[in-house]
Structures are given as structure tokens and as C-alpha cells.
């Protein structure tokens, strides 16, 4: 029997029926395609948007010219919150890769609502600081761990956000080419192709069309020394 791997936090999941009825009131349902970019890094974005269905990632580019995945964004959770509040540009590109629904915001008008409302106001202030903590984390484990452990990283994030129990392990129900997941970590493609050959071989992962199965997803947490820390902050 499948099922989803864990019950995720998320933003619109905390707040009560009506107030989500008083949220997508305030906001225009918007339907976008596959390679639209919402905002890019350096913009002073004036809307904030919450993902129905899709997904849409969040990157950066380094100083090498080269582009660093951070977070994949899905059902629920916000994108372009981080431009609430000041007046700041946004340090983020946003990239639809996936078909999705939207419900866009006026920036000001989320922030009118914020102040107005405290259920509303406290969900955001919950769920944005899992996100910091989660974005932290990861950073901490690009920086601590070397490749081999930011890769192992990485597949446990995907793992906790998009995995699915099946009898033979975790499936992670996102398609992933080695290029992509070389940038979420900021390597090369070469390295992730090494290293995911060799868990191939010792039966720790298999990759049909471009999906990838976890059979062993403790062997990638005791090379990490995984504590008991939140699943919540160990995302993607």
C-alpha cells in the first residue's frame, strides 16, 4: 500500500476554514505555465503568491555565473513572502517548472490582512520561521558535510517533501536529472553522476525515468549522524 511519507506543516494548512475563505478572497486566481518566472533576483516584486497546485523553484545565481536551486515550492506554501515587510529587493529568482495554479496577492494588501487578522498573522510567522530554520540547515550541511553528504542532504530533503512509502522504499515524486540536482548543492554534474552510481551499486537508491527510489534512506542519515531534529526544517 503507498502513502504520502509524512504530513507536512504548511502555510495554508494552519489557519482555520473561514480564514482561508478571507485569504483567497483577497487574492486573483491565476493559472501559469511551465518556464514562467514570477519575479527575478535583484526585483522589487509587488505580489506575494501561494501555490494551489505546480510547482515553482527558487534559485540564485552564484558569483560564478552559475545557477544554485534552493527551495522547491508546492501546495500551500507561499513564494515571494521574504519581500514582506521592507522594502528590500528580492534575493531570489522564481521559476514555474511545473504547470501551476497561483493565487497572487497585492503585497500591500497581504500585509493589511496580517495586521488585521492574528490567526492568519501567526500561521505566516510559524511557517516562515520553519522555512528560515529549513534554509539554514541546509546551508549548514552544503558547508559541513563536503559533497558526498550534501548529496545524501539533498536526497533526504526531497525524501521528506515529495517521498511516497512504497513497499521497496521512499519514491520521490519529483523527476530529477542529474543536472538539477547538482543545483541544489552547487556541483558538478560529473560528481552527482559518481556518487549516485555508486549507491546504485550498493542498493541504497535505484532511478527509473529520471525518478528516484530510496531503499536504504538510513544509510543516508547515519552518514550524516541525522539527530532528532524536526522533519519540518528537513526539506527541500
Same mark, same amino acid.
Given at each position: 500500500?503507498?502513502?504520502?511519507?509524512?504530513?507536512?506543516?504548511?502555510?495554508?494548512?494552519?489557519?482555520?476554514?473561514?480564514?482561508?475563505?478571507?485569504?483567497?478572497?483577497?487574492?486573483?486566481?491565476?493559472?501559469?505555465?511551465?518556464?514562467?518566472?514570477?519575479?527575478?533576483?535583484?526585483?522589487?516584486?509587488?505580489?506575494?503568491?501561494?501555490?494551489?497546485?505546480?510547482?515553482?523553484r527558487?534559485?540564485k545565481?552564484?558569483?560564478?555565473?552559475?545557477?544554485?536551486?534552493?527551495?522547491?515550492?508546492?501546495?500551500?506554501?507561499?513564494?515571494?513572502?521574504?519581500?514582506?515587510?521592507?522594502?528590500?529587493?528580492?534575493?531570489?529568482?522564481a521559476?514555474? !517548472?511545473e504547470? @501551476?495554479?497561483?493565487?497572487? /496577492?497585492? *503585497? =500591500? +494588501?497581504?500585509e493589511?490582512?496580517?495586521?488585521?487578522?492574528?490567526? !492568519?498573522?501567526? @500561521?505566516?510567522?510559524?511557517? /516562515?520561521? *520553519? =522555512? +528560515?530554520?529549513?534554509?539554514?540547515?541546509?546551508?549548514?550541511?552544503? !558547508?559541513?558535510?563536503?559533497?558526498?553528504?550534501?548529496?545524501?542532504?539533498?536526497l533526504?530533503?526531497?525524501?521528506?517533501?515529495?517521498?511516497?512509502?512504497k513497499?521497496?522504499?521512499?519514491?520521490?515524486?519529483?523527476?530529477l536529472?542529474?543536472?538539477?540536482?547538482?543545483?541544489?548543492?552547487?556541483?558538478?554534474?560529473?560528481?552527482?553522476?559518481?556518487?549516485?552510481?555508486?549507491?546504485?551499486?550498493?542498493?541504497?537508491l535505484?532511478?527509473?525515468?529520471?525518478?528516484?527510489?530510496?531503499?536504504?534512506?538510513?544509510?543516508?542519515?547515519?552518514?550524516?549522524?541525522?539527530?532528532?531534529?524536526?522533519?519540518?526544517?528537513?526539506?527541500?
Amino acid at each position: 500500500m503507498e502513502k504520502q511519507k509524512l504530513k507536512m506543516k504548511r502555510f495554508f494548512n494552519e489557519i482555520s476554514e473561514a480564514n482561508k475563505e478571507l485569504l483567497l478572497k483577497n487574492g486573483l486566481e491565476i493559472n501559469v505555465k511551465s518556464g514562467t518566472f514570477l519575479f527575478y533576483e535583484g526585483d522589487f516584486p509587488e505580489h506575494v503568491y501561494l501555490v494551489r497546485s505546480g510547482k515553482v523553484r527558487l534559485s540564485k545565481m552564484t558569483s560564478e555565473g552559475k545557477e544554485f536551486s534552493i527551495h522547491l515550492k508546492q501546495k500551500d506554501e507561499l513564494v515571494g513572502e521574504v519581500g514582506l515587510f521592507n522594502e528590500m529587493s528580492i534575493s531570489v529568482t522564481a521559476e514555474v !517548472i511545473e504547470d @501551476a495554479s497561483l493565487i497572487r /496577492f497585492d *503585497r =500591500h +494588501t497581504l500585509e493589511a490582512l496580517f495586521r488585521e487578522n492574528g490567526e !492568519i498573522a501567526v @500561521a505566516f510567522m510559524k511557517w /516562515f520561521a *520553519r =522555512h +528560515t530554520q529549513s534554509t539554514q540547515a541546509k546551508f549548514r550541511d552544503l !558547508i559541513l558535510c563536503g559533497k558526498t553528504g550534501a548529496i545524501y542532504s539533498t536526497l533526504i530533503r526531497f525524501s521528506n517533501s515529495y517521498g511516497i512509502e512504497k513497499p521497496d522504499g521512499v519514491f520521490i515524486n519529483v523527476q530529477l536529472t542529474n543536472q538539477d540536482i547538482a543545483n541544489y548543492i552547487g556541483t558538478t554534474r560529473e560528481s552527482v553522476n559518481r556518487l549516485l552510481n555508486d549507491l546504485k551499486k550498493a542498493e541504497v537508491l535505484s532511478i527509473t525515468n529520471g525518478y528516484i527510489t530510496i531503499h536504504r534512506l538510513e544509510f543516508l542519515k547515519d552518514y550524516l549522524h541525522c539527530g532528532d531534529c524536526p522533519v519540518e526544517i528537513c526539506t527541500i
